[in-house]
């Protein structure tokens, strides 16, 4: 029995065949394929696996029950209160300082700049040297005019976590600084001389022309600066290693002492204990920024 197709029939049977990616689309996933899997293996692979050893409640049960934790939250505090708000302010001050245009200011913003470029193993570790007790350079010159011994100046907790905080607002001082000069070089310099012509003060200038100016830089670098502090390891560690009796401990480093007690879970569980401190900054931050 012979079949006949009417003409929408035949139409429909001659169409071609819809083509799900097109040559050009099929090398762009090839292309991206290896970005994709190492972001899979160094990004999503090692937190994923850390949230999973963090998911036993039990683990922050024993964190909230260990004193050392209780006071690495309250260090971690004041460290980003003190250590963040009176860093922004020295790097405004001194991006007004190193804006000026003279030789001498030029060769010491290089001096400057030294202690944020040179890597931070060497630098903390010779300033925990020169605040050794006996054979320190601090307590040398100490004994030498005065005659007396020096402090044992990381043995107090409250002066160690004192010292991290001043390494690192000194370690991370110049980088705020450039980028908070920036920030002041884009102001119009008309602005200013005419504010000079009608008479107005060094503070009525900055408070009417370069704070409104740079204010959302400032604000911006110091959301940046706290996410940055949270994840602080070496000021805190190099230098007085969290001690003593593990009192100067900050949440970025009390994950090294649990894992030195072979406590893998409990490190775990520290770390995921600050996401709810980065969390907010990063959205404000990017809040901010989509602006």
């Given at each position: 029995?012979?079949?006949?197709?009417?003409?929408?029939?035949?139409?429909?049977?001659?169409?071609?065949?819809?083509?799900?990616?097109?040559?050009?689309?099929?090398?762009?996933?090839?292309?991206?394929?290896?970005?994709?899997?190492?972001?899979?293996?160094?990004?999503?692979?090692?937190?994923?696996?850390?949230?999973?050893?963090?998911?036993?409640?039990?683990?922050?049960?024993?964190?909230?029950?260990?004193?050392?934790?209780?006071?690495?939250?309250?260090?971690?505090?004041?460290?980003?209160?003190?250590?963040?708000?009176?860093?922004?302010?020295?790097?405004?001050?001194?991006?007004?300082?190193?804006?000026?245009?003279?030789?001498?200011?030029?060769?010491?913003?290089?001096?400057?700049?030294?202690?944020?470029?040179?890597?931070?193993?060497?630098?903390?570790?010779?300033?925990?040297?020169?605040?050794?007790?006996?054979?320190?350079?601090?307590?040398?010159?100490?004994?030498?005019?005065?005659?007396?011994?020096?402090?044992?100046?990381?043995?107090?907790?409250?002066?160690?976590?004192?010292?991290?905080?001043?390494?690192?607002?000194?370690?991370?001082l110049p980088f705020w600084t450039l980028i908070l000069m920036t920030?002041?070089?884009?102001?119009?310099?008309?602005?200013?001389?005419?504010?000079?012509?009608?008479?107005?003060?060094?503070?009525?200038?900055?408070?009417?022309?370069?704070?409104?100016?740079?204010q959302t830089l400032y604000i911006t670098c110091t959301l940046l600066?706290?996410?940055?502090?949270?994840?602080?390891?070496?000021?805190?560690?190099?230098?007085?290693?969290?001690?003593?009796?593990?009192?100067?401990?900050v949440l970025s480093t009390l994950g090294i002492r649990y894992l030195?007690?072979?406590?893998?879970?409990?490190?775990?569980?520290?770390?995921?204990?600050?996401?709810?401190?980065?969390?907010?900054?990063?959205?404000?931050?990017?809040?901010?920024?989509?602006?």
């Amino acid at each position: 029995m012979a079949i006949t197709l009417s003409a929408s029939d035949s139409a429909l049977a001659e169409a071609p065949r819809p083509v799900l990616l097109t040559p050009s689309q099929v090398w762009g996933i090839v292309m991206l394929a290896p970005y994709l899997l190492v972001f899979l293996a160094f990004v999503v692979y090692p937190v994923g696996y850390g949230l999973w050893l963090a998911r036993d409640p039990a683990s922050y049960v024993a964190l909230y029950n260990d004193p050392i934790f209780a006071r690495a939250a309250v260090n971690t505090l004041i460290f980003l209160l003190v250590g963040i708000n009176l860093k922004m302010l020295i790097a405004l001050f001194l991006s007004g300082f190193f804006i000026q245009q003279r030789g001498w200011i030029k060769w010491l913003s290089v001096i400057f700049i030294l202690p944020w470029a040179v890597p931070s193993i060497p630098t903390i570790l010779s300033v925990r040297f020169m605040l050794n007790p006996e054979w320190g350079v601090i307590n040398q010159l100490i004994f030498k005019f005065t005659g007396e011994d020096g402090p044992n100046w990381l043995n107090n907790p409250t002066v160690a976590l004192s010292m991290a905080i001043g390494m690192h607002i000194w370690k991370s001082l110049p980088f705020w600084t450039l980028i908070l000069m920036t920030g002041r070089l884009a102001i119009s310099h008309d602005l200013f001389e005419a504010a000079e012509v009608d008479g107005a003060t060094w503070w009525q200038k900055f408070r009417f022309i370069t704070w409104p100016s740079m204010q959302t830089l400032y604000i911006t670098c110091t959301l940046l600066s706290m996410i940055w502090t949270l994840g602080d390891f070496n000021s805190v560690y190099l230098l007085t290693g969290g001690g003593p009796a593990d009192l100067t401990h900050v949440l970025s480093t009390l994950g090294i002492r649990y894992l030195r007690l072979d406590q893998l879970s409990l490190a775990m569980a520290s770390i995921v204990c600050a996401m709810p401190l980065v969390l907010p900054l990063v959205y404000f931050m990017m809040k901010r920024l989509s602006r």
